[in-house]
C-alpha cells in the first residue's frame, strides 16, 4: 500500500479505472450498486463560512485539541470533519464496512 496523500486518513474499497468516460445513467448505476452509508452533512456545513487556523489566547499545551469545521472545541468522541494541527481530517467515521 502507498502512502502518498497525506490528506487521506481512511480506505478506498472500490477503485475501478475505465478507457472511456462514463455516462452520467453509468455513474448513477455504480453509486446505487455501492453498499454504502451516506450521512447528510447540512448541519456541519451550514454556518461554517471557512477553515481557519484557530490559535491560542497564550501559553502553549502538550494535549490533543481538535475544532469543528466553525471553530469550536470538541472532543475526542466527536465523528466528523474536523481540524487537527491547522489540517482538516475525518475523524471516527466509517462509511465503510468490512
Same mark, same amino acid.
Given at each position: $500500500?502507498?502512502?502518498?496523500?497525506? $490528506?487521506?486518513?481512511?480506505?478506498? &474499497? &472500490?477503485?475501478?479505472?475505465?478507457?472511456?468516460?462514463?455516462?452520467?445513467?453509468?455513474?448513477? &448505476?455504480?453509486?446505487?450498486?455501492?453498499?454504502?452509508?451516506?450521512?447528510?452533512?447540512?448541519?456541519?456545513?451550514?454556518?461554517?463560512?471557512?477553515?481557519?487556523?484557530?490559535?491560542?489566547?497564550?501559553?502553549?499545551?502538550?494535549?490533543?485539541?481538535?475544532?469543528?469545521?466553525?471553530?469550536?472545541?470538541?472532543?475526542?468522541?466527536?465523528?466528523?470533519?474536523?481540524?487537527?494541527?491547522?489540517?482538516?481530517?475525518?475523524?471516527?467515521?466509517?462509511?465503510?464496512?468490512?
Amino acid at each position: $500500500m502507498f502512502n502518498t496523500d497525506p $490528506m487521506l486518513n481512511g480506505r478506498i &474499497d &472500490d477503485f475501478r479505472i475505465y478507457n472511456y468516460a462514463l455516462s452520467a445513467d453509468e455513474v448513477k &448505476d455504480i453509486l446505487t450498486d455501492l453498499d454504502v452509508q451516506s450521512k447528510d452533512l447540512k448541519d456541519s456545513y451550514e454556518d461554517t463560512t471557512a477553515i481557519e487556523e484557530v490559535k491560542a489566547d497564550k501559553g502553549t499545551t502538550n494535549a490533543n485539541v481538535w475544532y469543528d469545521l466553525s471553530g469550536r472545541p470538541v472532543n475526542a468522541s466527536h465523528k466528523g470533519i474536523i481540524i487537527k494541527k491547522g489540517k482538516p481530517k475525518i475523524r471516527n467515521y466509517h462509511p465503510i464496512r468490512d
